[in-house]
């Protein structure tokens, strides 16, 4: 998306727009939602930080809308068009998410095991948004790419233009259903107003994995890339030093003290590692762990 974002910047900046395009972050873990923000106007852009109402969002993976944190849906307004990269029809999306404002779907690749290896996703997206918003030519899409990918080599450039010019000649017939939304004067904005948050007690507020309204069935184990084991030749059963500092008390402990490391929800942070006094908690690479749990 970080890609997309680049080449749409650099297609209205072509076609003589002030752009401002910006990607923004989640968890610094594999598979984290990642979002980018394009601004295109005629005059100067004075605003900063992130779209609070979009007039277009483009959702490169589906399996993202139904994810609260993910926040695909911050922000939509009734004027908002909402583009998904998606197997499913624009019937079935408008069906599942009915929204006020129209849904748009671009027919997704062919899957794959790895949604992160979606193939030229990035210039579909780009394509797509340009078609849909109007006012930006074939050509522009042609040289933004080429602009945004010349260090890739010209084999990867030809594939994302042809693929881009795809999506943006199937929606052809939807293009500039992108509207841009009135500016809203500053008086009209609500006063922020405070809300007083009683204390909670220690046992609802700490991290414990398996306590109620937290996230015991989303199994965080799979963001590992590194895993921790425990030597119980080592260890000394001080479990209480691993166990406390695990911030999501993914080390269950048993009646005799010894602590076990619960992998359907250790994130892989390996602060245990850091903190276990007889240095009994090693560190392998997750496919290795694998190998030794089955």
């Not at 993976?61 to 939509?76: E, H």
């Not at 050509?139 to 010349?150: K, N, T, V």
């Not at 184990?221 to 260890?235: E, H, K, Q």
């Amino acid at each position: 998306m970080k890609t997309a974002s680049r080449i749409l910047g650099t297609a209205f900046f072509l076609e003589g727009y002030e752009v401002q395009d910006a990607p923004r972050y989640g968890a610094e873990r594999r598979g984290a939602p990642i979002f980018a923000f394009v601004r295109a106007a005629r005059e100067i852009i004075n605003e900063r930080g992130i779209i609070g109402i979009p007039d277009l969002v483009v959702v490169a993976d589906d399996t993202l809308v139904p994810v609260p944190a993910a926040g695909v849906l911050a922000g939509v307004a009734p004027h908002t068009v909402l583009l998904i990269n998606s197997h499913e029809s624009t019937a079935t999306w408008v069906h599942r998410l009915n929204l006020a404002g129209p849904i748009v779907t671009l027919p997704a690749t062919e899957a794959v095991e790895d949604r992160a290896e979606l193939p030229y996703v990035g210039a579909a997206c780009a394509g797509a948004a340009a078609s849909l918003v109007g006012g930006v030519a074939r050509a522009s899409i042609d040289a933004a790419i080429r602009s945004e990918l010349e260090p890739l080599g010209e084999a990867v450039v030809t594939k994302n233009i042809a693929v881009a010019l795809y999506a943006y000649d199937s929606l052809s017939g939807q293009a500039g259903m992108v509207t841009e939304q009135e500016e809203r004067p500053a008086g009209e904005w609500a006063v922020p107003e405070w809300v007083e948050l009683s204390l909670e007690t220690v046992n609802r507020s700490a991290p414990v994995i398996h306590a109620g309204a937290t996230s015991d069935l989303m199994l965080t184990g799979s963001w590992r890339t590194m895993r921790p084991l425990i030597d119980y030749d080592r260890c000394k059963h001080c479990w209480w030093v691993c166990s406390t500092f695990c911030p999501d008390s993914a080390i269950d402990v048993s009646e005799e003290g010894v602590p076990k490391i619960d992998y359907d929800h250790c994130k892989g942070c390996l602060i245990c590692v850091a903190q276990c006094p007889p240095h009994a908690i090693e560190v392998i690479p997750e496919h290795e762990g694998e190998e030794i749990t089955t």
